[in-house]
């Protein structure tokens, strides 16, 4: 069974300074996103991770894929407080499926602080 | 927003009853999919739905059915509702180039928050 989690659970940082968001799952897969959630919001997409070593990067945030080691990262730098959300990571459940079956961590809710 | 709206966007009900949800998308997309969202476990999958007439059970199907008769809706029911069942509710829709294709991504709706007492 895919388990994915994500640490920290939350993180409040000040501005101006960097932090890391771990992603880990349990099992292969061949596909990971991010996501942003604003609070009473719907998530909006962020990335798309396809393939190990995959790196992407849009403003403060990039993330990067390892999928021998199972992990993604997501690094903000030089944190603004519009950043201040919460980040999922999902996994895709069915390895080379169609159905595309996301399985989520449970979300870091980031705080920036001025 | 990938034209998906759901309805209603906030509902109160007590323990018992029936309640539908629906998820409308207007771009003709095959894969549609329902989420629950509670504090702690992030989003999970409840069903999803792979074209008219053809759904399968996600991770926490229980309680729950889904119908899909044409394209663009897709239908969740709680037959009789519990609170367990309180929650927020998301609907999504997978883009993609085909099928098999890797680049597949999902995009939510604004989400139905449910209140059962």
């Known amino acids: 069974e895919l388990k994915v989690e994500q640490n920290p659970l939350f993180l409040s940082m000040q501005e101006g300074k960097n932090y890391t968001i771990y992603c880990n799952y349990s099992t292969t897969s061949d596909r990971l996103y991010w996501y942003r959630q604003d609070p009473g919001k719907s998530l909006e997409s962020l990335f798309v991770l396809l393939s190990n070593g995959a790196v992407k990067q849009e403003g403060r945030l990039m993330a990067s894929l390892d999928t021998k080691a199972r992990l993604s990262t997501l690094h903000i730098t030089a944190a603004v407080h519009d950043l201040s959300a919460t980040y999922f990571c999902a996994v895709v459940g069915n390895y080379g499926g169609a159905t595309n079956k996301l399985i989520f961590g449970t979300g870091t809710l980031l705080a920036v602080q001025p | 927003d990938a034209g998906i709206t759901q309805s209603p966007r906030h509902k109160v009900t007590e323990t018992g009853t029936p309640v539908t949800l629906r998820c409308h998308q207007t771009?003709?997309?095959?894969?549609m999919y329902w989420y629950r969202q509670d504090p702690g476990h992030g989003l999970r999958l409840i069903h999803y739905s792979y074209g008219v007439k053809d759904t399968d059970k996600g991770e926490v199907s229980d309680g729950y059915s889904v119908s899909r008769s044409k394209t663009e809706d897709f239908l969740l029911t709680l037959e009789s509702a519990t609170s367990s069942q309180t929650s927020v509710y998301f609907c999504?829709?997978?883009?993609?180039?085909?099928?098999?294709?890797?680049?597949?991504?999902?995009?939510f709706g604004p989400g139905t928050r449910l209140t059962v007492l």
């Open positions: 771009e003709n997309h095959r894969y």
């Open positions: 999504a829709i997978r883009e993609g180039l085909a099928d098999w294709s890797s680049y597949n991504e999902q995009f």
